[in-house]
């Protein structure tokens, strides 16, 4: 039986997942103008942890998918996990763009992380390839398990631009909160400065 400190901690896990998940699928998708006709935009999301013997989260819904098509992807999503865990160990893969073979749907769309000390598996299967990939790597990075440093030296095995949009995006994003604090307390150590002054009776 698990002990509920961990079904506490795998429910955590889980809710902030999802919403990392879904927050990581809008970004990709609105900074690469994707949109989609048909209304189904999004793909199933997978964890798995290196020498585990079942997964971490086994199929997450993120965004929207055909009904019909659910078992498939979930299907491609596993594969992708297991076959790069596989070659992780093999080969020292850290995508599994890197045993890619679409003649035998053999896709792209996994990435190694590091949670808890141990390396991880994000696989996402639903979109175009470089949309799945670059949609793990924005979660991996959200979630903390991935520096942005780390995610684009995968993304460059790729050549993955999708991702370099996104990537591109969060070092902005960081440059300008990093400018916005360095202001503010720039400007507290000012008002702290004119409150000492005031009080000693100077100025």
């Not at 299967?125 to 903390?144: P, Q, S």
Request: charged residues 20%; glycine residues 6%.
């Amino acid at each position: 039986m698990t002990h509920s400190c961990e079904l506490d901690k795998c429910k955590c896990l889980t809710a902030k997942l999802e919403q990392v998940a879904t927050e990581s699928l809008e970004l990709v998708c609105s900074l690469n103008n994707l949109r989609d006709i048909d209304g189904f935009i999004g793909g199933i999301l997978c964890l798995r942890e290196q020498n585990s013997d079942s997964f971490l989260i086994e199929k997450m819904i993120t965004g929207s998918i055909e009904p019909k098509d659910e078992e498939t992807i979930t299907q491609f999503a596993h594969e992708q996990a297991n076959r790069n865990l596989e070659m992780l160990a093999a080969r020292k893969h850290v995508s599994s763009y890197q045993s890619r073979d679409f003649s035998k749907k053999l896709f792209p769309g996994a990435i190694i992380a590091h949670h808890n000390k141990k390396q991880i598996c994000y696989s996402f299967h639903g979109m175009i390839w470089d949309y799945d990939e670059a949609i793990v790597l924005v979660i991996a990075v959200k979630m903390g398990h991935l520096t942005l440093v780390q995610a684009k030296e995968i993304a460059q095995i790729s050549k993955n631009n999708i991702f370099t949009n996104v990537a591109n995006h969060l070092e902005a994003h960081s440059a300008n909160e990093f400018f916005t604090k360095a202001c503010l307390c720039g400007g507290m150590a000012c008002l702290l400065g004119l409150f000492a002054c005031a009080a000693l009776g100077i100025g």
